[in-house]
Structures are given as C-alpha cells and as structure tokens.
C-alpha cells in the first residue's frame, strides 16, 4: 500500500510564481538546518519530517542527500505538518542552493554537480 501524500498548503502571500516543490529532512535534523540556512522560505515541520518551500525543478542536476526528501509539487508523505516559519521577505521560497549544501553538510554527504558539457570556442 502506498502512503497517501498530503499537499502542503501554502499562505496566499506571496504568491509562489515559480511552482513549488518541498525538500524534506528528518526532524532531528530540522532546527540546525534552520539555523544555518541563510534565508528561510515558509518551512512546515511535523513530529517526523521538516518540510523548506523551494521552487518546481530544484531538483534538475541535484541528487540531495540521503535522508533528505525532494517532494515536487510540495506534497508530502504523512499527516498534513504546520507552517512553523512563514516566508521571509516577497518570497515564499528558500534559497534550494544553500539548502542544498547545508543537507549535505549535516548528512556528511559531498555535495554532487553535474558533470560540465564540453565547449569549443572559436579564437
């Protein structure tokens, strides 16, 4: 049987122009990454995962760390978590890049870029 997904709900203000996707931690990683994360977009958390609003595609060339969950379209697995930080500014969206570095941080994960396309330039 497959758990039933749960869309988080996000406030009207801002609007979230970009889409929304959702970038899941567990919880007992959820207050550092708070912390460390420069600025914080709407973050939802339940008693099992914390959930940082990002916008659609953050995933595109990024393989996120493991525990870490990348949730497109922002629904989640499990019982609808509560806003717990609203957003920040005119964005409803956390920083994916620095969110991004901060979970491979706290999971001891080297961080993994695509590899680069070869280019000619003409001289």
């Known amino acids: 049987m497959e758990a ?5 709900p996000l406030p009207d203000s801002p ?3 970009l889409g929304c996707d959702a970038v899941g931690v567990p ?5 550092r990454l708070l912390g460390s994360v420069p600025r914080n977009g709407c973050v939802f958390a339940d008693d099992q995962w914390w959930w ?3 916008p ?3 995933d595109l060339d990024l393989l996120w760390p493991l525990p870490a969950h ?3 379209g922002a629904r989640v697995p499990g019982n609808t978590p509560r806003l ?5 500014g005119t964005s409803p969206y956390t920083p994916p890049l620095p969110l991004y570095l ?5 999971t001891d994960t080297a961080p993994k870029w695509p590899a680069k396309a070869s280019s000619t330039q003409s001289v």
């Open 52 to 54: 940082w609003i990002v």
């Open 84 to 88: 717990i930080r609203g957003p920040h």
């Open 4 to 8: 039933a997904l749960t869309r988080l």
């Open 15 to 17: 609007p979230a122009s």
């Open 56 to 58: 659609a595609g953050s």
């Open 70 to 72: 990348y949730a497109r």
């Open 102 to 106: 901060m979970a491979c941080r706290l």
């Open 27 to 31: 919880a007992r990683f959820g207050f």
